[in-house]
C-alpha cells in the first residue's frame, strides 16, 4: 500500500500512516484478504496533539500583553481626537505598543533563531522611527523627512549586523545554526544601497558604510565558516 498524502511505500498492515498519521484510502476494485479488510491495531501510536487549557491561553503572557495594549491604544486614539485633533501622536504610540508586542512575542517568549529575532527588533525599530517621521513632517515647516532613510535605516542595519556577528564570534561552538543567519542579517545591508539607486536615499555616506560592514560580514562567514556553510547549503537544498 502507499500512503496518498506523502507518498511512502507502507508494507504493514495498517490502514493508518507511520508518517504522516493520515487515513489510507484503499482502492475498492481490490479484492484483499478477510483479515485485511478488518479492524487492525494501529503499528505507531496515534499522533498526540498538546492542547493549551483557555485559561492557560486567556493568561499567558502575550495575550495579556495585547488586551493591555489594544486598551491603551484607543484610549490614546480617543484623547488625540478630542483634544489635538491636527496632531497625530497616537500613530506614534501605537508604534511603540506593536515594538513592545514584537518584542515580548517574537523575542523574549520566542524559540525563534537568532536571525529572526534580529530582523523583527530592526523592522519594529524602523516602524516607530517611521511614524515618529509621518508625525514630525507635518508639524515642522523646515524638517527634513529624508534623514530616516539616509541615516535612521542604515544606522538601524549597522546595528544588527553588528550584533549578529557578534553572537555568531560568541556562539563559534554551534555554527550550523547561526552562520546562515549572520548570513541572511549581513545581506539587509545593501537595502540602504539599493535604495539610493532607486533615488529614495539622497546621502549615500551611512548606505555606503552599511554595505561595506555588511560585505566584510559576509566574506568573513565565508571565509571562517566555509565547511559549516557547505554543509548547512547541502542540508538545506538536499544536494
Known amino acids: 500500500m502507499r500512503c496518498k498524502y506523502c507518498n511512502i511505500e507502507i508494507a504493514c498492515k495498517s490502514k493508518v500512516c507511520p508518517l504522516c498519521h493520515e ?3 484503499l482502492d475498492a476494485s481490490v479484492d484483499l484478504p478477510l483479515e485485511e479488510t478488518q479492524e487492525l491495531p494501529s503499528v505507531y501510536p496515534p499522533k498526540k496533539k498538546d492542547k493549551v487549557p483557555v485559561k492557560k491561553r486567556l493568561l499567558s503572557p502575550g495575550t495579556i500583553y495585547t488586551s493591555v495594549a489594544l486598551a491603551v491604544f484607543v484610549i490614546c486614539l480617543v ?3 478630542r483634544i489635538t485633533p491636527t496632531i497625530y501622536w497616537f500613530a506614534c504610540v501605537g508604534a511603540v505598543l506593536v515594538y513592545g508586542l514584537i518584542l515580548t512575542k517574537h523575542t523574549i517568549l520566542s524559540n525563534n533563531s537568532i536571525g529572526i529575532k534580529i530582523f523583527w527588533q530592526a523592522m519594529a525599530i524602523f516602524a516607530i522611527l ?6 514630525i513632517k507635518d508639524q515642522i515647516s523646515d524638517y527634513v523627512p529624508h534623514w530616516l532613510w539616509d541615516y535612521g535605516l542604515p544606522i538601524i542595519l549597522i546595528v544588527s549586523t553588528t ?3 557578534i553572537y555568531t564570534s560568541i556562539a563559534f561552538h554551534k555554527w550550523h545554526s547561526v552562520i546562515l543567519d ?4 549581513s545581506s539587509l545591508g545593501f537595502i540602504p544601497l539599493i535604495l539610493y539607486g ?3 536615499v539622497h546621502n549615500p555616506v551611512m548606505s555606503i558604510i552599511c554595505a561595506s560592514l555588511s560585505s566584510v560580514a559576509i566574506i568573513l562567514c565565508a571565509i571562517l565558516g566555509r565547511r559549516t556553510l557547505i554543509s548547512e547549503f547541502k542540508k538545506k537544498f538536499h544536494v
Open 182 to 185: 549572520a548570513l541572511a542579517v
Open 130 to 135: 517611521l511614524a515618529l517621521n509621518y508625525i
Open 163 to 165: 550584533v549578529a556577528g
Open 23 to 25: 487515513k489510507i484510502h
Open 198 to 200: 532607486c533615488g529614495v
Open 79 to 81: 484623547i488625540n481626537l
